[in-house]
């Protein structure tokens, strides 16, 4: 809940306003529009659905809650940035917004805009890295573990401070479908979490202290990864002391 300054200095309580842009099927839209509506982030409002697409099934999903929403061009930046102003959004959703924002709205809403992507950042992230393409070079890299982050947008593509985490492991005989679909499974928790600090007014706590979040099922890989790791960190102390 927002406390505003109104007329005769008198405050009031206001809903806080997000404005989500999206790309795409707005999957990550929908699970913010439902945590919105379940009070799973509390005191807040979908404001506008921007696309920067026409014919997104994502638009489709605005409709179908009675949501404002409209498609802007990604090479329209003032158009954008009024269209945000006139709806007086207090913060935006990037929900699988595949253009970079803006500097004038990233200066103006520095801090207030949260981005989902579906790598464990700063690995697998920057320009050129989207879609089907992250996944593709994960496997390619031979990782073990992928997962989704969410962060603050600045002005580069995927370099902002990281919020929350949430990691997956990259299975024997994983494809980059498979992968996208596992890790697309926690992106919408992960969003929900930071737009919810967001909301409450806590990023500056999750940027001194990012969350990551894994699935029970997923614990015992990533603690015998971990073992693995310690006992390689052991050997190589041992090596460096040349006590082989
Ligand atoms: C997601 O994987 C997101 O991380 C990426 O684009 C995809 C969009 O998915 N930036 P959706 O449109 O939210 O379903």
Known sequence: MLLKRAKRGRRILSLYRLAVLISGSGSNLQAVIDAVSDGTIPNAKVELIISSREGVYGLERAKKHGIKNMVIDRHDPAKLAKTLEDHKADGIVLAGYLSVVPPDVIRKYNG?????????????????????????????????????????????????????????????????????????????????????????????????????????????????????????????????????
């Open 112 to 244: 207030k805009i949260v981005n989902i992507h579906p790598a464990l950042l700063p690995m697998f992230g920057g320009k050129g890295f989207y879609g089907i393409r992250v996944h593709q070079a994960v496997l390619t890299a031979g990782v073990n573990f992928t997962g989704a982050t969410a962060h603050l947008a600045d002005r580069e593509y995927d370099t902002g401070d990281v919020l929350v985490r949430s990691v997956v492991p990259v299975l024997v005989g994983d494809t980059a479908e498979i992968l996208q679909k596992r890790v697309l499974g926690v992106e919408h928790k992960t969003l929900v979490r930071a737009v919810k600090a967001l909301v409450e007014n806590r990023i500056d706590d999750l940027v001194r202290n990012p969350v990551t979040l894994i699935r029970e099922e997923d614990k015992e890989g990533v603690r015998e990864f971990a073992q693995g790791l310690m006992t390689l960190c052991e050997a190589l102390t041992v090596a460096d002391n040349g006590e082989l």
